[in-house]
């Protein structure tokens, strides 16, 4: 059995969780591991075979020669025994670069070629190799392969191979029983299916989150250094949710997603954290209980509401959504203070700000949201409205929000003439980013929601070996053969001999070739988590290709709607390039002589074509 993938990922975790429920006893052994991890460690089993765990391939084995997963394999095929091995991409990389140059023998050439199916994840051309057989049949769902590997003499391995990065900690994970679904494709739940009272998901990460906010609660009991304002409480209030960690992981895997990668199990566990309690710094939890103390006797001690609410707003960016959400990037408004400590950002915190709610929202599509936000605006607070929108936010309104409304009710009233100004200069504008982000947390309403949804739509359909729907089709074929302006119906020119596949400047002499986008077909297809686009003309075998990702199916939808270009553009573009210069080079290969499609713009605009 091989784990294949990043770090984080849960390799380790799950090899020990085999075996464990295989009953295998650690063999002891003498190598000296100096307190830390070893490469591998050997188990005897019930069935009397030896098991080797190769827990970290990254790790070298004690001898001078390379290729040392190579040399496991070998050894358990020539043992005749069992192997696990956490391996990631690199390693496999590495150890068929070390080989290249060899020309394996025996065993050790039928391990080279295990090796190979790793890193390619997909069925051998070459069913035989030194007279062993290998067999196999790619799953649809590309989580995991499986091969039958039989010896010249007879005897026979199972070789099952597991991606553990093709799959999102924030789906369900799939129950697969090898003898009833062994083809079959995994289940794909819709981020955004059903709205208000939708069934819950029970993605992989939920129990893991909402144990940990439920530990917390029950290690600090009542005894909060910020009492019922404390937002490190309504934060594990909140996380313990059953509902609302639902909602939480639809917005993480809307974010993975719209980052295009899979969060391992230690993004996960950072975005906990932070979304828990906030960057930690030197001084630890500590130093955040002192903090949140502090400012809880400043509101306390507040002789104007202005002073009230610079302490709650203090308070408040402490909280899940604002954390999440930018909080460690924005100011805060009325001269409130902000917890600064240094913190490590990476590429799930960027793929989590890319989701927020704030980048997606009008008035039109939540309209009673955008009325709770007037509410505030007028001076008569948002609460009431705000929480009749859903059952959902009610339940894990905390009494911080409470208070932060009623402050903000007050400096935003017309007659408080002191501190109207500064409130709506400064204070409203935050307060309606605050609401709003709450919102989309706890109902699991990420930005770009329709975008979403249609890229899983697009998923399942390939999971199914279906095709495109004629609507996203037509759109993506749009984006990648736009219809030239001045151009006769929807036909679009690819300009030749220029450095860019794009349309010439107006007054601009050039030759190009002239398509009709209905003339070309778009094929689906998906790997792991990925799926990827084939344009070609029927019945060719010729292609260009690109994958089909959450930036690309933005840009089409944008399109479609009548919006013109988003920002993505400037994600697809260098990949629209070349999968039009692939056009060009396809379409000229197919017509040799000057001709045909071949037409010549004048700098008048004229369109010349030859014959």
Excluded at 160 to 175: G, R
Excluded at 389 to 414: F, H, M, Q, T, Y
Excluded at 478 to 489: A, C, D, E, K, Y
Excluded at 555 to 562: I, N, V, Y
């Amino acid at each position: 059995m091989f784990l294949v993938g990043g770090a984080g990922n849960g390799k380790s975790y799950l090899s020990a969780r085999v075996v464990q429920d295989a009953g295998a006893e650690r063999i002891e052994d003498n190598e000296k591991t100096d307190g830390y991890s070893q490469r591998s460690y050997n188990y005897a089993t019930p069935s009397g075979r030896c098991l080797r765990v190769v827990n970290d391939a990254t790790i070298p084995a004690e001898r001078i020669s390379k290729g040392d997963l190579i040399e496991d394999i070998t050894f358990a095929i020539e043992g005749g025994n069992h192997l696990i091995a956490c391996v990631n991409r690199g390693v496999l990389l590495g150890e068929l670069r070390e080989f290249s140059g060899r020309e394996a023998r025996g065993v050790n050439a039928v391990a080279h070629r295990i090796t190979s199916l790793l890193f390619q994840a997909g069925t051998t051309q070459e069913p035989e190799v030194e007279g062993w057989s290998i067999h196999g049949e790619r799953q649809l769902a590309s989580d995991h392969d499986a091969y039958s590997l039989t010896s010249i003499d007879g005897m026979e391995f199972d070789v099952i191979v597991v991606y553990m990065d093709h799959l999102s900690l924030l789906e369900p994970l799939p129950i697969v029983d090898s003898a009833q679904t062994n083809n079959e494709a995994r289940h794909i739940a819709l981020v955004h299916e059903g709205g208000a009272g939708f069934d819950r998901r029970d993605a992989a990460f939920e129990k893991p989150l909402r144990e940990l906010a439920e530990k917390f609660l029950e290690e600090n009991g009542d005894d909060w250094p910020g009492g019922d304002l404390d937002p490190v409480r309504a934060n594990a209030s909140m996380l313990s949710n059953e509902e609302v960690v639902d909602a939480w992981c639809r917005s993480a895997r809307s974010a993975e997603i719209i980052g295009g990668f899979n969060f391992s199990y230690r993004d996960l566990w950072g975005l906990a954290a932070l979304a828990l309690v906030g960057p930690i710094g030197t001084d630890g939890l500590d130093g955040i209980g002192a903090w949140v103390k502090r400012t809880k006797e400043d509101f306390q001690s507040a002789s104007s509401s202005l002073e009230r609410g610079r302490a709650l707003v203090s308070l408040a960016s402490l909280r899940t959504h604002v954390l999440l959400y930018g909080g460690l990037r924005a100011g805060v408004p009325i001269g409130a203070q902000f917890r600064r400590t240094v913190f490590a950002q990476n590429d799930a915190f960027d793929a989590i700000i890319a989701s927020d709610p704030l980048l997606d929202f009008s008035s039109e599509k939540h309209e009673l949201l955008a009325s709770a936000m007037g509410q505030a605006h007028d001076g008569t607070g948002a609460v009431r409205l705000f929480l009749s929108i859903d059952d959902r936010l009610k339940s894990v309104w905390s009494p911080l929000e409470e208070a932060l409304d009623k402050v903000v009710a007050e400096l935003a009233n017309p007659i408080n003439s002191g501190h109207s100004e500064l409130a709506r200069d400064e204070l409203l504008p935050w307060y309606s980013q605050y609401l709003r982000r709450f919102h989309g947390l706890v109902l699991g309403r990420s930005a770009f929601v329709d975008v979403i949804s249609e890229l899983q739509r697009c998923m399942r359909r390939g999971l199914r070996g279906e095709g495109l729907s004629r609507g996203v089709s037509d759109a993506l074929l749009r984006v990648f053969l736009p219809p030239t302006q001045g151009s006769s119906g929807s036909l679009a020119r690819l300009p030749l001999m220029r450095p860019r596949v794009t349309t010439p400047a107006t007054g601009d002499a050039h030759v190009a070739v002239e398509v009709d986008p209905r003339d070309f077909k778009l094929d689906l297809s998906v790997f792991g988590g990925r799926m990827i686009l084939r344009i070609h003309r029927p019945g060719s075998g010729d292609y260009a290709e690109t994958p089909l990702d959450f930036h690309l199916m933005r840009e089409a939808l944008s399109r479609t709607d009548g919006l013109g270009f988003s920002d993505s553009l400037r994600f697809v573009e260098p990949r629209l390039e070349r999968l039009r210069a692939r056009l060009v080079s396809l379409e000229t290969r197919a017509a040799r002589q000057l001709g045909g499609n071949t037409v010549f713009v004048g700098t008048d605009g004229q369109v010349i074509r030859p014959g």
